[in-house]
């Protein structure tokens, strides 16, 4: 693989990707549809030496604290829909979940990442008296919240509280390929403009897109690119689409380490210093794909800090990692992973460059 000599344009798209850190969309496009071993190699060397540049070999921790699988949504691809019977719903308590943040501090996590369906059991006021007791119980610590579509003045209630960080994964920035993934009711429009509220009103902004997911192509992953060059989000989550088998995309293909890769080297010589997380989703396809995230340039690991009871029930998608009992110490699994490799984990917030 190594070996093979790399395309001369596909070496000029990847050239000037790095210097300008944009491509017209039919070169994105190219460029991702000319990915192979050679191309993919010289990729990830380039990206690897962009985030050392402004990372070093530190890969920051967010303890994943996955409090409610309850959800009012309906997405076709995810294992909490609303319509999935078969789901076991669970909701952790207030009390619960200070404690998976005073066990994860004890750990060494600065950062804890609140993420949940769209649960009209929790409530904005809940919510926000929840981040106030974290803040106030840990105020050296970042809080991000992942609990999707809300509008900007509850979003700015949870600010003013003390979240600092959101993801909201846009999904798709194509319209015909959002329908397709969600149904009626869900909008690309409203997707997008929260998470510019979220930008506008101060927030550190993740947002990001399942690789390989059905009916997406190369001018769809073109289309993410651009909505990520022109949104300058401080963080972007991807992983490879993985079926559930209880969804109406049971059946689907999933998408490939390979694609995921590929992409993570794509995005950070989009932005630099953006904070990119290797995928529990990437670690669920290949044993080493974190490992592999890491090599193509990511430089976030988000292991899991939900009671170890409650973890097979977060089933977005099959056979997700970290679940069995071997899970009980993500964080020392992972420095161990990340050591193996020339990196490793650091305590402390991991905030974007721009805001250290
Ligand atoms: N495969 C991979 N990722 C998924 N997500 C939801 N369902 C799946 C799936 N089947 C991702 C979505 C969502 C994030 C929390 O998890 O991108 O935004
Ligand atoms: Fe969770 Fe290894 S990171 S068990």
């Not at 999935?84 to 066990?103: G, M, P, V």
């Amino acid at each position: 693989m190594g070996g093979d000599k790399i395309n001369q344009e596909q070496k000029k798209r990847i050239d000037t990707l790095a210097q300008r850190h944009i491509l017209p969309e039919d070169e994105l496009i190219a460029l991702l549809d000319g990915q192979d071993g050679a191309s993919s190699s010289y990729l990830f060397a380039k990206a690897d030496a962009v985030r050392r540049e402004h990372y070093g070999t530190e890969v920051y921790v967010r303890g994943l604290i996955e409090f409610t699988n309850y959800c009012k949504n309906d997405c076709y691809y995810c294992g909490i829909r609303r319509s999935n019977k078969k789901a076991s719903r669970y909701r952790l308590t207030e009390e619960e979940i200070l404690a998976c943040c005073q066990e994860g501090y004890q750990l060494g996590f600065r950062t804890f990442v609140l993420q949940g369906g769209e649960d009209p059991g929790w409530s904005p006021e809940r919510i926000e008296a929840l981040v106030r007791a974290i803040h106030r119980q840990h105020p050296d610590c970042a809080i991000t919240l992942s609990v999707g579509e809300h509008d900007k003045a509850t979003y700015q209630r949870w600010f003013d509280a003390g979240a600092e960080r959101y993801l909201l994964r846009h999904e798709t920035a194509d319209e015909a390929h959002y329908r397709m993934l969600h149904p009626p009711g869900l909008s690309l429009q409203h997707r997008k403009q929260c998470l510019w509220d979220l930008k506008a009103i101060g927030y550190q902004v993740g947002c990001g897109f399942m690789v390989g997911s059905p009916g997406q192509t190369s001018r769809e992953l073109a289309e993410d690119l651009q909505f990520i060059y022109e949104l300058q989000p401080e963080m972007v989550g991807i992983g490879p689409f993985l079926p559930q088998k209880d969804t109406p995309f049971g059946e689907k293909a999933p998408g490939t380490m390979e694609q995921t890769l590929f992409l993570l080297g794509v995005i950070r010589l989009m932005l630099p210093e953006v904070l990119l997380p290797a995928t529990t989703a990437l670690g669920t396809i290949h044993p080493l794909g974190r490992e592999k995230g890491i090599q193509a340039g990511a430089n976030v690991c988000m292991p899991n800090l939900s009671p170890v009871a409650v973890r097979e029930k977060y089933a977005l998608y099959d056979n997700k990692i970290c679940t069995g009992d071997e899970a009980a110490s993500c964080r020392n699994c992972l420095d161990r992973r990340m050591r193996s490799i020339g990196y490793h984990i650091v305590t402390s917030r991991g905030d974007h460059k721009s805001r250290q």
